[in-house]
């Protein structure tokens, strides 16, 4: 079974920046399209943002202009590189397949507060 593990969350100002990393064990990552997600305490988990197999990507309206996703197949690793962070965007976030595939980790905590 696939092992996702999210990393690069933190504590961050308004307006800030984060970059975000998921890392897969396995060899067939690549043959995936990947997702970041997001969940607060008491509501559903959200979808972020996708990325093909062939790079092409979707954005949900609310993180457009603002977040970009990537992937480096080699490394088996999807990034979600986060700017102009709001309060809002505070969240535990989750990477996995675009039908949630696999066992979801642990993910990381962004925390955005002045």
């Known amino acids: 079974q696939v092992q996702l593990v999210e990393s690069g969350g933190g504590l961050v100002q308004p307006g800030g920046s984060l970059r975000l990393s998921c890392a897969a064990s396995?060899?067939?990552?690549?043959?995936?399209?990947m997702g970041w997600y997001r969940q607060v305490p008491g509501k559903q988990r959200e979808l972020v943002a996708t990325?093909?197999?062939?790079?092409?990507?979707n954005y949900a309206d609310f993180v457009k202009g603002r977040f970009t996703i990537s992937r480096d197949n080699t490394k088996n690793t999807v990034y979600l590189q986060m700017n102009s962070l709001k309060p809002e965007d505070t969240a535990v976030y989750y990477c996995?397949?675009?039908?949630?595939?696999?066992?979801w980790g642990q993910g990381t905590q962004v925390t955005v507060s002045s």
């Open positions: 996995n397949t675009r039908s949630g595939r696999f066992n």
């Open positions: 396995g060899s067939i990552f690549s043959i995936y399209v």
């Open positions: 990325i093909g197999t062939g790079g092409n990507t």
